[in-house]
């Protein structure tokens, strides 16, 4: 199956000077849901605003389900849902005319039945006759996916879908996510939760400073910089990693009462077994071990922290 967005050596750089993408490029295959991380500034928005045919390339070319973004503007768009982080619409509309009126503006014609069904799916269906303003902040947020859904896109880019909501609210949108997921929809999102596209993304692309830093396959990309921690609480302080421990790869703390011993995810073959002989045998002993993992998070910090 071809790419449903194909992005192919792509710059940005604003009337001003400023280079906010730095020729970047990659492909989005179409049901996977990719989380795109980037500190602020990084150049998401823009990199979306692209996509979706608000902002002009200013090198490069992307498409979407084969249709060039620029050139094929109405085709392309018609592809797209696009939800933003606030509503901006009337707070005395109806949730069902809300959703139907963004049908018709994106050139569609009238289909209660399709909205009512969005709605259904989105468990908005028994407030579909209540003004925007009477709905609480989760809702409000359902209403906004409803509208981008509600021209049957086949992709959705949520923006920061979770800024600012609770904990439960938050897993309820992930879980909304995986709903969609289902029925086909390619969805892209940024995030400044790491923890987010940890828990719900197929495929995570890293953007620094305008690059393209990684996109990869989110179990590979924890397998390949994952790694596992082995703390060692040692019962007696010593000064440093005594000589015959130096093929281990290990770090003693400030104290000197514990030592952290890293390694590959994959790496299963009784190795902490023998670490353990060895410390036993150059006279060290301990009486507390733990294990820690690498999180996304971690993989995330050292790669922009490598880069900055
Ligand atoms: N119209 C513009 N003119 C000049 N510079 C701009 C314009 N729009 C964005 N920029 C700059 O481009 C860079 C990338 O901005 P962008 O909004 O794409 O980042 P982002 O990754 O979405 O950040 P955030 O996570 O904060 O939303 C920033 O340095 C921003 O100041």
Known sequence: MPPIISIRSLSKTYANGFKALDDVTFDIEEGEILALLGPNGAGKTTLISIICGMTNPSV?????????????????????GLVPQELTTDMFETVFNTVSFSRGLNGKKANPALIDQILRDLSLFDKRNNALRELSGGMKRRVLIAKALSHEPRILFLDEPTAGVDVALRKDMWQLVERLRKTGVTIILTTHYIEEAQEIADRIGVIDKGRLLLVENKDALMRKLGKKQLAINLLEPIASVPDSLSAWDLVLNEAGDQLVYSYELDKNDGHVGRLLQALEAAGLHFDDLSTRQTSLEDIFVSLIGAKA
């Open 60 to 80: 490069g070319s992307v498409t979407v389900a084969g249709h060039d973004v620029v050139t094929e503007f109405r085709k392309t768009r018609g592809e797209i």
